[in-house]
């Protein structure tokens, strides 16, 4: 690596190298940075979820009349957005939309984070969402 390199790196490169799953919402909740991880757990690509709501790039199953996820997703992300402070939430079950349109039974262990800009203006919302879904599926 160059010192130039050093001296100006690649934070997009880096943060979809990011070993963690994490994707970065507008405050509006559109989805603008996924890491690489997060799009293999949820077997998207980031050409089909960057620009999207996220509720709309990650819906609720149709066939589970009990599902919250969103519903869950939508209030945590507008705590963070009010209040400026993580919002750490229990495990939630999110089933996820597979590459031939089933819903495949998920569990997550989210939390959404403020990021703000050199003003302190809350510009993004960091949504991590590390998949317990094996822990989950051990337990019962």
């Known amino acids: 690596m160059s010192s130039s390199d050093a001296r100006n790196p690649d934070f997009q490169k880096i943060f979809e190298s990011l070993p963690s799953q994490y994707i970065i919402v507008t405050p509006d909740r559109t989805i603008v940075a996924a890491t690489d991880s997060f799009?293999?757990?949820t077997g998207k690509s980031r050409e089909g979820i960057v620009g999207k709501d996220i509720l709309d790039a990650?819906?609720?199953?149709?066939?589970?009349?009990?599902a919250k996820g969103t519903e869950i997703l939508r209030s945590s992300i507008e705590r963070v957005v009010e209040t400026g402070k993580?919002?750490?939430?229990?495990?939630v079950r999110y089933d996820?939309?597979?590459?031939?349109?089933?819903?495949?039974?998920?569990?997550?262990?989210?939390?959404?984070a403020p990021a703000f800009d050199g003003e302190g203006k809350l510009v993004y919302v960091l949504h991590g969402a590390e998949d317990i879904?094996?822990?989950?599926?051990?337990?019962?």
């Open 58 to 66: 990650f819906p609720d199953n149709p066939d589970n009349p009990d």
């Open 133 to 140: 879904t094996a822990q989950m599926i051990s337990k019962s």
């Open 39 to 41: 799009l293999a757990s």
């Open 86 to 91: 993580i919002d750490i939430l229990p495990p």
């Open 96 to 112: 996820i939309e597979n590459s031939d349109g089933i819903f495949e039974p998920r569990w997550f262990q989210p939390l959404n």
